[in-house]
């Protein structure tokens, strides 16, 4: 199975600082990497897909790049509404794996 | 617009049985794979299980494989998920997810999910 490891697992930021999100694959996976956000009590919402594309909906500031193994989610300038946790995903080959998370809290 | 409505969680003893429903809508459900993840309590989520439009090459995470089985009802836009010899280890929110549009093996919509409580 490929294993996905995100870092950092939490970090603090404040409204309009510049949040940077790793995920590195156990093998290469391409571009077949996607990152979700979640909500306390809520379902995952798809916001980039093939590494670097944006979901359909998905505000401009957040964009995804990488390839192979080491893969990046940036949120230009964070917004209150952004405060979430984020996940990626390989999309290569089953099992499907997600990172571990990475919690984006209020500093 | 596209919606699915998870339902039939619910608290089960260890070794009982269960069948997760998600009820499609707004898009062609017989043409598009279809998914379950779960999430344990304060977890990270984890894929459980794909079935093609048609119903043919489903895959299992290996956790599920031999208990769990995937199917759907094209004539019902219905997924299920039938779970037996439940095991503490299963208990969840189970998430059915529609297969990406644009690319393979993402999710790109999700019920809003159904908890299943596994109890000795």
């Known amino acids: 199975d490929i294993q996905m490891t995100q870092s950092p697992s939490s970090v603090s930021a404040s409204v309009g600082d510049r949040v940077t999100i790793t995920c590195r694959a156990s093998q290469g996976i391409s571009s077949w990497l996607a990152w979700y956000q979640q909500k306390p009590g809520k379902a995952p919402k798809l916001l980039i897909y093939t590494a670097s594309s944006l979901q359909s909906g998905v505000p401009s500031r957040f964009s995804g790049s990488g390839s192979g193994t080491d893969f990046t989610l940036t949120i230009s300038s964070l917004q209150p509404e952004d405060f979430a946790t984020y996940y990626c995903?390989?999309?290569?080959?089953?099992?499907?794996?997600f990172g571990g998370g990475t919690k984006v809290e209020i500093k | 617009q596209v919606q699915l409505v998870d339902s039939g969680g619910g608290v089960v003893q260890t070794g009982g049985s269960l069948r997760l429903s998600c009820a499609a809508s707004g898009f062609t459900f017989s043409s598009c794979g279809m998914h379950w993840v779960r999430q344990a309590p304060g977890k990270g989520l984890e894929w459980v299980a794909f079935?093609?439009?048609?119903?043919?090459?489903?895959y299992y995470a290996d956790s599920v494989k031999g208990r769990f089985t995937i199917s759907r009802d094209n004539s019902k836009n219905t997924l299920y998920l039938q779970m037996n010899t439940l095991r503490a280890d299963d208990t969840a929110v189970y998430y059915c997810?529609?297969?990406?549009?644009?690319?393979?093996?993402?999710?790109?919509?999700w019920g809003q999910g159904t908890l299943v409580t596994v109890s000795s």
């Open positions: 997810a529609k297969e990406g549009g644009v690319a393979a093996h993402i999710f790109d919509f």
């Open positions: 995903q390989q999309a290569n080959s089953f099992p499907f794996t």
């Open positions: 079935i093609r439009y048609d119903g043919g090459n489903n």
